[in-house]
């Protein structure tokens, strides 16, 4: 099991009133599965997948991570985590405006102690794998969204995690770019063997999924 | 990974960057004129309070006219005005401090006009032709040394006189202080040729007075920065010839032209001193101006309120920038929060996130402190960094920093990532 959850609770509080954003959810993803999160806007799938991620924090509940307790209250460890293990990938892409394609794809090598010459040749060849070493050079206002998401999962790409989440990865795109998006995230799962987590409104995306999970009001319905 | 951030942050924000710079800039330099203002004020007043308790009387000859004509024809004249001289000097019961505003001419002066005699009046005298060169007539002041104790008279480089440079030596040139604002126009070491009172002869710059060095003539404070400085010579010798003499007797007239510096005595006490000893020098035709410190109270109440006024306006402009500053960093970091999200997405730590900011802030106060001490050049003509300074640029760092630290713990990284 690559992923075990349980009990997961998780509150927004505005002014007197309490939403329950997670309400004792549990979840369990194996290796190598592709998984479609659906429900409705507000029904917690992002919240699930942002604590998945390590970028939000439960006020409840448990996150094991290929069998060991992921440290959700300590800032330094939960950074190296999402370093090491998540790939994250959003609707928005999520990129740096004043950065090139070249220096987007590079940023969490930076983090590490990688030499230059390291950095040049894992991202040249990411970039030609999606297609887009000639655009090493543009900044993401001369990319297309399809290119700018295209960038984005290379970035999620770079360190070689096991786990890429995805929050909406097609939401701003066409469909035709949509296809494309999903045929590579295909190939991750089938040929690289990657465990994939999709949180999804689009049907015709979570088809292409091997599991597909209902949330609603903070618990898994179906 | 620091730099290149902070470069790229910098450049995609290029006119908050220059508008954060500039208003340090601008709250530092008029903190930094203003205390320089200050400490000068301060120094002022400290020696007007040191000139309050203090009673001068100034010693007025009454040789005017036909009196004039008369003692200048008289054999013993310079005898009689050197005994009286020494008597006033040799006198325990007060100091005696010369100070003759005699202009000297200079030859070949190379200066600008401020230096020349007339020039605060708009009457400056064209040079004129003596013997071998043209003369300009330039502000000068002789002095002794009770004067440079009473004025607390400092160097700005050089060195001060000593007994012997007050001694008159033929052939020997005779050392002066320059005010501060000669620094461009000689260096120690100069000699410099002269006419005082017709006296042709040398001088030799041995130092310079610090900036805004003063004395107090006649209730009015009298700025050195352009006046020659010249030891109030003493004549040992007698005079070989009548034109010697006659450059010992303006000279003699000029000393005995001075203030009385008298604490502990009351102007009937005063009056009957000299009373005495000019009847010892056979001299009768001098008059005693008591001391008048009214102006220098007006001075004194004036400094003080401006000193208020100054420190309250300073106080006002630093919170008033603070507060500005604070506001216009939230602003440039609530901008970046969104690339702070990302960053830590990808591997940054809150902790990194603080550092980048704090470089960032660190980066803007050594910008603005740089630019601080080059405008306080171009406003003071000097280069000046007031300790306040450091102790302001360190308050706002602190300050500054404390909302984008506390914005970056709050940070909702995935509403961010969400954000167009």
Redesign the interface.
């Known amino acids: 099991m690559l992923i075990n959850v349980m009990d997961l609770y998780k509150y927004y509080h505005h002014g007197d009133s309490i939403t329950k954003a997670l309400d004792g959810l549990s979840l369990q993803v194996k290796k190598g599965e592709m998984l479609a999160i659906m429900g409705r806007s507000g029904s917690g799938k992002?919240?699930l997948l942002?604590i998945l991620?390590g970028?939000?924090y439960v006020d409840k509940g448990k996150y094991y991570y290929d069998n060991k307790k992921v440290p959700l209250n300590n800032?330094?460890e939960l950074?190296?985590f999402?370093?090491d293990k998540?790939g994250?990938i959003?609707?928005?892409f999520?990129?740096?405006?004043?950065?090139n394609t070249f220096d987007n794809v590079a940023?969490?090598l930076?983090?590490?102690k990688y030499t230059k010459k390291e950095i040049n040749s894992k991202v040249m060849a990411l970039l030609k794998s999606v297609s887009l070493k000639d655009k090493a050079n543009k900044y993401p206002h001369e990319l297309s969204g399809g290119e700018c998401q295209r960038v984005a999962i290379a970035?999620a790409l770079i360190?070689d995690p096991e786990l890429i989440l995805a929050?909406e990865p097609t939401g701003s795109l066409d469909i035709k770019t949509e296809e494309e998006i999903m045929d590579i995230f295909a190939y991750l799962n089938q040929e690289l063997g990657k465990t994939i987590i999709i949180v999804t409104h689009n049907f015709d995306i979570a088809k292409k999924c091997t599991r597909v999970i209902h949330i609603h009001e903070g618990k898994i319905t179906a | 990974?620091f730099l290149e951030e902070f470069k790229?942050?910098c450049?995609?924000n290029k006119l908050i960057f220059i508008i954060i710079i500039l208003q340090f800039t601008t709250a530092l330099t008029f903190l930094n004129i203003s205390i320089n203002g200050l400490n000068t004020i301060y120094f002022k007043k400290t020696s007007f309070n040191q000139s309050l308790d203090k009673n001068y009387y100034e010693l007025i000859d009454n040789y005017t006219g036909n009196n004039e004509v008369a003692f200048k024809n008289e054999q013993d004249n310079l005898k009689r005005l050197k005994d009286f001289y020494h008597l006033l000097i040799q006198n325990e019961n007060f100091n005696y401090m010369e100070m003759s505003f005699q202009p000297l001419y200079v030859k070949d002066f190379q200066g600008e006009n401020k230096f020349l005699y007339g020039y605060k009046h708009n009457q400056n005298q064209p040079p004129i032709l003596l013997d071998n060169g043209y003369y300009s007539y330039v502000y000068s002041i002789q002095i002794n040394e009770t004067t440079i104790t009473e004025f607390n008279l400092k160097l700005e480089d050089g060195e001060m006189f000593m007994e012997t440079d007050y001694l008159y030596h033929k052939d020997t040139p005779i050392p002066v202080l320059l005010g501060y604002d000669y620094m461009s126009v000689y260096n120690i070491g100069d000699e410099i040729e002269i006419d005082y009172l017709q006296l042709r002869t040398k001088i030799k710059v041995k130092g310079f007075l610090s900036k805004n060095s003063s004395v107090i003539n006649q209730d009015t404070i009298v700025y050195l920065d352009r006046y020659i400085v010249f030891p109030s010579i003493t004549f040992n010798m007698d005079p070989f010839n009548s034109f010697e003499k006659g450059i010992q007797y303006r000279a003699y007239l000029n000393k005995v032209n001075g203030v009385i510096v008298a604490n502990e005595l009351s102007p009937n006490e005063v009056q009957n001193i000299i009373n005495n000893l000019t009847k010892i020098s056979s001299l009768n035709n001098f008059i005693i101006i008591g001391s008048n410190n009214d102006q220098l109270d007006i001075l004194n109440l004036q400094a003080s309120k401006f000193i208020d006024l100054t420190v309250i306006l300073s106080i006002l402009i630093s919170l008033f920038a603070t507060i500005s500053l604070i506001l216009s960093i939230c602003n440039k970091f609530r901008r970046n929060m969104?690339?702070y999200?990302?960053?830590?997405?990808?591997?940054?730590?809150?902790?990194?996130i603080k550092k980048f900011i704090a470089l960032e802030i660190l980066f803007y106060m050594l910008c603005a402190n740089a630019l601080t001490i080059l405008f306080s050049y171009i406003f003071l003509g000097y280069f000046y960094y007031s300790t306040y300074i450091l102790l302001t640029t360190v308050l706002i760092i602190f300050l500054t920093l404390l909302i984008p630290f506390k914005m970056i713990h709050k940070i909702n990284?995935?509403t961010l990532?969400?954000?167009?």
């Open positions: 992002s919240t942002n991620a970028i939000d800032q330094k950074s190296i999402r370093r998540i994250f959003v609707q928005n999520a990129l740096i405006g004043y950065k940023l969490p930076k983090y590490q970035r360190n929050d | 990974m790229a942050s450049k995609d969104k690339n999200a990302i960053h830590l997405i990808n591997g940054s730590t809150i902790i990194y990284v995935s990532l969400r954000e167009e």
